[in-house]
Structure formats: C-alpha cells, structure tokens
C-alpha cells in the first residue's frame, strides 16, 4: 500500500500504522479512509495529500 504526504505540513500517513488517534486502524488504505478524516497534524482534507513516489 503507498504512502501519502501532507502537501501543507508534510504528515505522512503509512496505511501499516494507520492513525489510531483517528479511529483509522493498522492495514486501512488511504482509499478507505473515510472522506471526512484530516490530517491529524494540520487539519488539512484528504484532497491536501499526494502519493510519496
């Protein structure tokens, strides 16, 4: 599963750790994320985030 960056603050979120603070478990896809989850650093929406090549 790829990672996503935070265009904003440059939180990573790593689908094998997942964001337990959110409610979001280990394993869970950005994809499967819901729509309305944010960044837990900044705020910023799913939109804000783009793959980590």
Do not use: Q, R
Not at 20 to 49: M, N, Q, R, Y
């Amino acid at each position: 599963m790829k990672k996503y960056e935070c265009t904003l603050c440059g939180y990573i979120y790593d689908p094998a750790e997942g964001d337990p603070d959110s409610g979001i478990a280990p394993g869970t896809a950005f994809e499967d994320i819901p729509d309305d989850w944010v960044c837990p650093l900044c705020g910023a929406g799913k939109e804000d985030f783009t793959v980590v090549e």
